[in-house]
């Protein structure tokens, strides 16, 4: 069964970085899109951004674009969230799903995937401190 595992969450302080990973097992990266989703406490879940196999394109949350980046590394078969900058209101626990590619793009991804996606992970938990 394919599964996904976020690791890399912690306690860092506003300004600081973090690094998320998304692993996956008994399946590859190549011909999905991943995406990434937070929930804040007391919050909805929401979109941070989505990387599509293929090009590589990216998209990316308003409340943090130019912050936050997605990459792969297809050796490790490893999704990365890189988020620099961090503010308290990027507090949450970050998932990542994995759906079709052509969902990541355009203005929809963030509801596509919110859609879609049946494979999150269990997530790992960020929190920001002053």
């Known amino acids: 069964e394919a599964q996904l595992v976020e690791s890399g969450g912690g306690l860092v302080q506003a300004g600081g970085s973090l690094r998320l990973s998304c692993a996956a097992s008994?399946?590859?990266?190549?011909?999905?899109?991943i995406a990434w989703f937070r929930q804040p406490p007391g919050k909805e879940r929401e979109g941070v951004g989505c990387?599509?196999?293929?090009?590589?394109?990216?998209y990316y949350a308003d409340s943090v674009k130019g912050r936050f980046t997605i990459s792969t590394d297809n050796l490790k078969n490893t999704v990365y969230l890189q988020m620099n900058s961090l503010k308290l209101e990027d507090t949450a626990v970050y998932y990542c799903?994995?759906?079709?590619?052509?969902?990541?793009?355009?203005?929809?991804?963030?509801?596509?995937?919110?859609?879609?996606?049946?494979?999150w992970g269990e997530g790992t938990r960020v929190t920001v401190s002053s």
């Open positions: 799903g994995a759906d079709r590619p052509y969902y990541c793009a355009g203005s929809g991804w963030s509801d596509y995937y919110a859609r879609s996606v049946r494979n």
């Open positions: 990387i599509r196999s293929g090009d590589g394109a990216t």
């Open positions: 008994a399946f590859t990266f190549e011909g999905y899109g």
